[in-house]
C-alpha cells in the first residue's frame, strides 16, 4: 500500500512533457473527449473547440484547470474535465546491453528493470558501472545502483567491463 501512495504523490508531482500521451475527458461533452493526444514537440495536444493547448510542463491536475478555465472561457457552462496520462514518455538504454534503444516507461521502473526490458547485459557489461542521465539535466550522468529508480526521458548507459 505505500508503494502506491507513493507512486501515486509522485504522479501528481510528474510534469507533462513531449511524447507523454493523455486522454482528455468531458463530462456530459462526449464531442470533447480526447481518448489519445500525444504531446508535440512544441508542447502541445490537440483539443476539440480548443485547437492546440500548451500543456508541457503543467501537472495533470494543472491541465484539468487549464483545460477547465479555457471551456469555462467561451464555450461550457460548468465543465468538468478530467485528464489521465494513457502512456508515458519512453526511456533509453544503451551500452552494454542487448537491445539499446528507447521502450515505454512503465510507473516504479528501476533500473534493474529497464536492463531487463533491453534484453539484459551483453557478456562485456560492467555490473557496477551503469550512469543515469536524468530528462533536461545539465550535469554529467550519475553512477547509479540496480535498485535505482528511473523516471520518463531519463538515459541510462550501461558501461563496458574491463575485466
Do not use: H, W
Amino acid at each position: 500500500m505505500g508503494l502506491q501512495i507513493a507512486q501515486a504523490q509522485s504522479e501528481q508531482q510528474y510534469k507533462l512533457s513531449t511524447d507523454d500521451v493523455l486522454s482528455v475527458a468531458v463530462f456530459n461533452e462526449p464531442d470533447l473527449d480526447v481518448n489519445e493526444a500525444k504531446i508535440s514537440e512544441n508542447g502541445t495536444i490537440s483539443v476539440p473547440l480548443l485547437g492546440q493547448v500548451a500543456v508541457k510542463g503543467l501537472t495533470v491536475n494543472e491541465a484539468e484547470t487549464y483545460l477547465t478555465e479555457l471551456f469555462l472561457a467561451d464555450y461550457l457552462k460548468q465543465p468538468r474535465v478530467t485528464v489521465n496520462i494513457v502512456e508515458f514518455r519512453p526511456f533509453y538504454i544503451n551500452g552494454e546491453v542487448d537491445e539499446p534503444g528507447s521502450y515505454p516507461y512503465r510507473t516504479g521502473m528501476t533500473v534493474q528493470m529497464a536492463i531487463t526490458i533491453a534484453g539484459g547485459f551483453t557478456e562485456r557489461a560492467s555490473r557496477s558501472a551503469i550512469y543515469l542521465l536524468p530528462e533536461n539535466s545539465e550535469t554529467a550522468p550519475v553512477r547509479v545502483e540496480l535498485n535505482a529508480e528511473v523516471q520518463p526521458g531519463d538515459v541510462i548507459t550501461v558501461e563496458e567491463s574491463f575485466f
